[in-house]
């Protein structure tokens, strides 16, 4: 046995090995020994020998007939038959192996169309002078005739089953009528060939192109519904991401919003988390619980606090009083590099408490102002018999002057309430309230900086002028009439209380500020003032950088006609604006 060292095929012997290489092996070309056909292997090409040129292939089979019934007997004769049907076979085997691939530009597709290149007549003229000269041979051309007579039946088409009388008139009719399917069409006719615009694939007929690139239309048709159908998902999907984002996106501003308004509510006292009394008892109990207060001390002040309260005036805990005086001695007696100075009339200074720490510097430097308008007699008209307030009355008092109908749309953004809060107050506010007092007031508002580096020298010009009327051969230290005037900027509020002119000509404010505690304050009161403890009061030019400063200075006392006049007027509050 042997067996084949490519496909692993056993044969019996050695010649039917060659055999087998020579048919399976050989680059698979077979070639049909009548028309030359190609491109199929052994079991296509044996039927399409029985098919298409079954004539020729029935006079091989009949011949052997022949032999075999008139030889029969012999043994001899039997080997000669045998001999020649095989030299026949072999013929045959040969002939079908022995073309060259270039001689044959025929292929046959894998879906098993027969596509023919040529009809060739040499090789079926060979095979015929094969018959004849075995026909000669034998001399049984009688004999095969009646045998082909009786064994022969009509040749089919392949194509479409029609029936002829010879093969002749089957290969005229192939010729004529599947044209189209051959690979070659015939000499007569100049068929053009056609090449698919997708694919590439060279089609014979327009038709059966038109129908290949149909089938490409549909497919690419049926691939393009399949994205638009995943398209239209991922559409779907992103619009579904999207919608998620935007709602946790607005979800986080939101969240981030109420943090921010909660904030500033913290901030400016509007959280509901109580007003001066609660904050004061709040931090008196932590300072017990620290063991810097004893609770007998404790409960003094909770009974002080809820007196000052009962009666609406300042107990003066927080109270400094003569730190004008001390000023005038000190700049009299030293200070050489100051020029001139002007000096405030007298005013009292108030530092914040446990009660209104990081929130009560509007009430307290309104406090400063109002402290100085009682000791001035050109005031009493409008003050008469008034005693600096404590914080909850100076909040109910501008409660009253809101219901007046003083600064509604201030009133509105606080929400028409300040008592039993921690909310802040500024320049407006306290307009409000000393106009309802019928003190002659008005606001300045420095909204932008005037000089470099974000200074406003425009605001410590002003200051001089309002203090001074005519600086020159005026004495060194002046102590004016004129009251303190209320400071204002983003976050915290200030008193001026006076004025420097330097010997350089540069200017320097004189300022009493809330945050400053009474044992600092108090150093003020020494005989022998230090310079250093002036720090804490004198501002220049480069100490005052804030974007907007607003200031409310007291000019004087209303008349009720003037108070009715302003009250109309702070309907839309208007401010003089410099520059």
């Known amino acids: 046995m042997f067996s ?68 029969g007997t ?6 000669n038959t045998l001999q020649n049907r095989t030299e026949v076979n072999s013929n045959l085997q040969s002939a079908c192996a022995s073309n060259h691939p270039k001689s044959s530009a025929q292929s046959l597709p894998k879906d098993g169309t027969l596509k023919h290149k040529a009809f060739c007549s040499e090789n079926l003229t060979e095979s015929r002078k094969l018959l004849k000269s075995r026909e000669k041979q034998f001399d049984l051309t009688k004999i095969k005739g009646s045998i082909y007579e009786t064994t022969y039946s009509p040749p089919e088409c392949p194509f479409c089953g029609k029936i002829e009388v010879c093969s002749q008139d089957m290969e005229t009719h192939v010729k004529t009528k599947h044209a189209n399917l051959l690979d070659t069409p015939l000499e007569d006719h100049d068929q053009p060939l056609y090449d698919c615009p997708m694919c590439g694939l060279i089609c014979s007929n327009y038709h059966i192109l038109q129908e290949h690139v149909d089938l490409h239309l549909e497919e690419s048709s049926f691939r393009q519904g399949v994205d638009r159908v ?41 959280d509901n988390s109580g007003g001066y009394k609660q904050q004061q008892l709040r931090n008196m109990e932590i300072e017990v619980n620290r063991g810097r207060m004893h609770p007998s001390e404790f409960h003094r002040r909770k009974a002080d606090m809820m007196e000052s309260l009962a009666i609406g005036i300042d107990d003066g805990k927080t109270k400094s009083s003569g730190i004008i005086e001390a000023l005038h001695r000190y700049y009299q007696n030293a200070a050489t590099d100051v020029r001139h100075v002007w000096l405030s009339a007298g005013v009292d200074h108030f530092h ?30 409008c003050l008469k018999g008034m005693s600096v307030p404590c914080i909850p009355k100076i909040q109910s008092m501008i409660e009253d002057a809101w219901k007046e109908g003083f600064d509604p749309q201030g009133a509105s953004q606080l929400n028409n309430r300040l008592q039993g809060t921690k909310a802040w107050i500024g320049a407006c506010e ?19 900086s005037t000089g470099p580096l974000g200074t406003h020298p425009r605001l410590f010009e002003w200051i001089l002028n ?63 003032i230090e310079a250093n403890s002036l720090k804490q009061l004198r501002k220049f030019v480069g100490n005052l950088k804030h974007k907007q400063y607003q200031i409310v200075a007291v000019k004087g006392v209303l008349s009720q006609e003037e108070k009715v006049a302003r009250r109309q007027a702070s309907q839309v509050f208007t401010a003089e604006k410099i520059p």
């Open 466 to 528: 309002y203090y001074s009327s005519e600086r020159e051969g005026s004495p060194k230290v002046v102590c004016t009439s004129k009251p303190p005037v209320y400071l204002q900027h983003q976050g915290h509020s200030r008193t001026i209380v006076g004025i420097e002119e330097r010997k350089n000509r540069t200017l320097c404010l004189l300022i009493f500020d809330p945050g400053c505690p009474s044992r600092e304050m108090q150093k003020l009161l020494k005989q022998d």
């Open 230 to 270: 995943q398209c239209s998902r991922d559409l779907e999907l992103a619009h579904q991401l999207q919608q998620e984002e935007d709602r946790k996106r607005r979800s986080e501003e939101s969240r981030q919003e109420l943090e921010e308004f909660q904030k500033l509510q913290r901030q400016y006292g509007l």
């Open 74 to 79: 012999s043994d001899s004769k039997k080997d």
């Open 430 to 448: 306290v307009y409000t309230l000393l106009t309802s007092l019928r003190v002659k007031c008005h606001i300045v508002d420095f909204h932008k």
């Open 4 to 71: 084949c060292d490519i496909c692993g095929e056993t044969v019996a012997s050695e010649p039917d090995m060659k055999t087998h290489l020579l048919i399976v092996h050989m680059e698979n070309e077979v070639i049909c020994p009548f028309c030359k056909l190609s491109g199929v292997n052994y079991d296509e090409m044996c039927f399409h020998i029985e098919t298409a040129h079954f004539e020729q292939n029935e006079l091989e089979r009949n011949f052997e007939r022949i032999n075999t019934m008139q030889y």
């Open 352 to 381: 914040s408490s446990l009660g209104d720490k990081g929130w009560g510097c509007g009430y307290r430097n309104f406090q400063m102002l109002l402290s100085s308008l009682l000791q001035n007699d050109a005031y009493d008209d």
